[in-house]
């Protein structure tokens, strides 16, 4: 079945510790992508790889960081650079083609003890 | 400055009936829209498209209305049905974005037996 897979479902974070939020597809897509999402408010885009070995910062990536080593995968690490991390974090991936869809994946919810 | 609005952040609707979501635009370089539905906790799922080259798209009980020149899309859905009440997120992407995505706020739909 393809898909789009995050873990975990649930992040607790510490002060001043580092956490890294896994993102896997198996759609064979280009393209992947972090958004973050607050309540009552859109997904705002965090990072994105276009390509293996590349990455591009979205419109709200201080305090994140990324790699993109294979295809198929693309983790996120929130720093303790990152204020504000509370918010529930979604991976999606396309073709990277134009007028293509975007998947996501089921969410990780990240919370700060 | 939001390049993607939707200025109803719920609406409530009778089953049987029909629900129109909406959504404004600001850039008009977006030619490629879609529309989502959040479950909480959950990724979005793909809904609908629509290309800047035509005005109607319809799939089933979902059909997209794009007016180009007042930069609006509509999103019907017709019967609603309960399993409807969700989080739609309206999004846009264009050249001018490098064919990342930017999502509205959404609307809260309510459909109620």
């Known amino acids: 079945d393809g898909g789009i897979t995050q873990s975990p479902k649930y992040l607790f974070r510490k002060e001043g510790q580092n956490v890294t939020l896994s993102c896997e597809q198996n759609l064979n897509h280009d393209a992947m992508y972090w958004y973050r999402q607050d309540p009552g408010q859109g997904l705002r885009l965090i990072y994105y790889?276009?390509?293996?070995?590349?990455?591009q910062k979205g419109d709200i990536a201080e305090g994140y960081s990324v790699s993109r080593e294979k295809k198929e995968s693309f983790p996120l690490t929130v720093t303790s650079a990152q204020k504000n991390p509370t918010a529930f974090y979604l991976c999606?991936?396309?073709?990277?083609?134009?007028?293509?869809?975007?998947?996501f994946g089921p969410g990780t919810r990240l919370l700060v003890l | 400055d939001q390049q993607v609005k939707q200025n109803s952040p719920s609406l409530s609707v009778q089953e049987g009936r029909i629900s129109i979501l909406n959504c404004d635009y600001t850039?008009?370089?977006?030619?490629?829209f879609l529309w989502y539905k959040k479950y909480p906790a959950e990724g979005p799922t793909f809904l609908i498209s629509?290309?800047?080259?035509?005005d109607k798209n319809e799939d089933g009980r979902f059909t997209v209305f794009l007016n180009k020149s007042a930069k609006h899309l509509s999103l019907h859905i017709v019967p609603s049905q309960p399993g409807d009440s969700a989080v739609y997120f309206c999004?846009?992407?264009?050249?001018?974005?490098?064919?990342?995505?930017?999502f509205g706020p959404g609307t809260r739909l309510s459909v109620l037996p």
């Open positions: 850039n008009s370089m977006f030619d490629y």
């Open positions: 999004a846009a992407s264009g050249d001018n974005y490098g064919q990342n995505f930017v």
């Open positions: 629509i290309s800047s080259i035509k």
């Open positions: 790889s276009q390509i293996v070995n590349d990455f």
């Open positions: 999606a991936s396309d073709s990277g083609q134009p007028q293509e869809t975007q998947y």
